[in-house]
């Protein structure tokens, strides 16, 4: 397979071309029959407005999801690190971070241990740090023949979908698709045929330019501040190939790379084919997939929510998805596919081009940094004292054994913070529990009981925790935290829906639809607007 082509050969549908879809969406029938296959689709850093913002340039699988879904275009990750692991966790699992154990992407799933297999290098992972169970071990416990697959170019975007089970999850590595070895120790064939025919050489040396004419771009494209002050004015050439190998998460393709792989896979395993058979037992569970496209969030990092490279960038998901769309259903009938469309975060914008007179960036990282200095030279041993996204983290087992006053030390920590320009509030563990504190709610939905940390603070509106010339998500401003929620499907009542949800929602909303029940408490509901059966609408806890 060409790099160039987002399909097999047998597609007619090319990367470079983006044209119609090659063939009409299926009809819907009249009786509403089971769904054989679950996809999720999680756009990663693609906030609720941006469906809206381009909704006149969408002609594929975001303008279906806007259109023919029921859809929450201002449902929200709601605590308080906006980041991608924590964001990926709550998705499947109904449940808070501070339920799922999954705090931001430091204690996501780095794993050294679980290396990567097949040749590919890059980080070891696994969901070790992830509790609880999701909604793939709901539907096991109703059929074992159940299969997952779950892709991204993230390795925490493939693995917190699905939690702790071992199914086919994989990731992108330095320069193909792999996994570690908490799930296999051979990649299947079908993977390494993948990563053998992908022709880098095809994309090498060409050009990132507009999908659409210039005049359909209102989006200055000489701001100083996006890409760190380099390449940031269209067209952007592309590397070589070998370069490309390194750095192709960073350019649209990525995405139209993932949902390749997806496909593949899809046939590859024969996902949703069990439920299809003529003699399909009666109680036969659907097969999930899940799919995270992350090249948004490269984007969006490196030129801001409100570039032209963004609103091109939202332009080519939607392509490349209703394709994707259009293809699948040619393995799976759409009207036996059940589709969630969501994101692990949204971003807010780069306070030098927003509005530079009333926010800016905010680090308190010295503040830690003198705090573990100066027990270092007293004590002689590391604390892990650090700050990220609001919070001051510590190993609190090596302070109390130490006889540290963990008390006094939190309350100089956060006096340090209150004082700092941008910060709004501060917290320590003892403050947190009682404060009706928006910020202090959030907080607590974040914070797995078993963590070490000395302080949490929140940002005045308009500031951001950054210590990168960038656009940045990570706390939860209204920007950070907003995402969209899209049911399609059988069984959906199609509609748009103006009220907040939040990504907790999704888990038990499917297991609603599906019958069947989560083997835990959850923190999320039933969304009771998406399902076309009211009778189906009871919240599960």
């Not at 790099?3 to 009249?30: E, K, M």
Request: charged share 20%; aromatic share 8%; with cysteine.
């Amino acid at each position: 397979m060409r790099l160039g082509h987002l399909f097999a050969a047998t597609s007619c549908v090319t990367l470079s071309a983006l044209g119609s879809p090659c063939a009409a969406q299926a009809p819907a029938t009249a009786a509403v029959e089971p769904p054989a296959l679950v996809v999720l689709i999680a756009i990663d850093q693609f906030r609720g407005d941006y469906i809206d913002r381009f909704a006149p340039q969408l002609t594929g699988g975001l303008k279906r999801f806007r259109t023919e879904s029921a859809l929450f275009p201002h449902a929200i990750q709601d605590h308080a690190i906006t980041e991608t692991a924590p964001g990926h966790s709550t998705m499947l699992s109904g449940r808070e971070p501070a339920h799922t154990g999954i705090v931001d992407n430091d204690y996501g799933v780095p794993d050294a241990e679980m290396t990567l297999i097949g040749g590919i290098t890059g980080p070891g992972a696994s969901p070790r740090r992830f509790s609880g169970s999701e909604l793939f071990d709901w539907i096991k416990d109703r059929d074992s023949k159940a299969r997952v697959l779950s892709v991204s170019r993230k390795d925490r975007g493939a693995i917190l979908p699905v939690g702790r089970s071992k199914g086919d999850v994989y990731w992108f590595g330095l320069g193909g698709f792999t996994t570690s070895k908490y799930y296999t120790n051979q990649l299947p064939v079908w993977v390494k045929k993948f990563d053998d025919n992908m022709d880098f050489s095809s994309l090498a040396g060409t050009k990132w330019d507009l999908l659409l004419p210039l005049d359909q771009y209102p989006e200055p494209d000489t701001v100083w501040a996006e890409n760190g002050g380099n390449d940031f004015i269209f067209p952007h050439t592309l590397p070589s190939a070998d370069a490309l190998r390194r750095v192709i998460p960073a350019y649209p393709w990525m995405d139209s790379l993932t949902l390749a792989f997806a496909l593949d896979g899809v046939r590859a395993m024969g996902l949703g084919r069990r439920a299809l058979e003529a003699n399909a037992p009666s109680n036969i569970m659907p097969d999930l997939l899940s799919i995270s496209l992350s090249t948004t969030d490269a984007i969006g990092h490196a030129f801001g929510p409100d570039s032209r490279e963004i609103h091109d960038q939202v332009l080519r998901v939607d392509r490349w998805l209703g394709e994707f769309l259009d293809a699948l259903q040619r393995e799976v009938p759409a009207r036996r596919t059940l589709l969630v469309l969501t994101a692990d975060h949204g971003v807010s914008p780069m306070p030098e081009v927003a509005n530079p007179d009333h926010g800016g960036r905010i680090w308190l990282g010295d503040i830690a940094d003198s705090a573990e200095v100066a027990l270092e030279r007293k004590h002689h041993l590391q604390f892990g004292i650090y700050f990220g996204n609001g919070l001051f983290f510590a190993d609190l087992a090596t302070l109390k054994d130490r006889g540290v006053n963990i008390d006094s030390l939190s309350d100089a920590v956060v006096s340090a913070a209150a004082k700092r320009e941008g910060v709004r509030v501060v917290f320590t563990p003892r403050t947190l529990q009682t404060s009706d504190d928006s910020g202090a709610v959030r907080w607590r939905r974040s914070l797995p009981a078993r963590l070490g940390w000395l302080g949490a603070a929140v940002a005045k509106p308009g500031f951001i925790w950054s210590n990168r010339a960038i656009a940045e998500h990570g706390a939860p401003t209204a920007e950070s935290m907003s995402i969209p929620i899209a049911f399609m499907g059988p069984g959906i009542a199609n509609g748009r829906y103006e009220r907040t949800v939040r990504s907790v929602d999704i888990a038990p909303t499917l297991a609603a639809l599906l019958g069947i029940k989560p083997s835990e408490r959850l923190d999320g509901v039933v969304i009771p607007e998406a399902l076309a059966d009211k009778s189906k609408v009871a919240e599960i806890k």
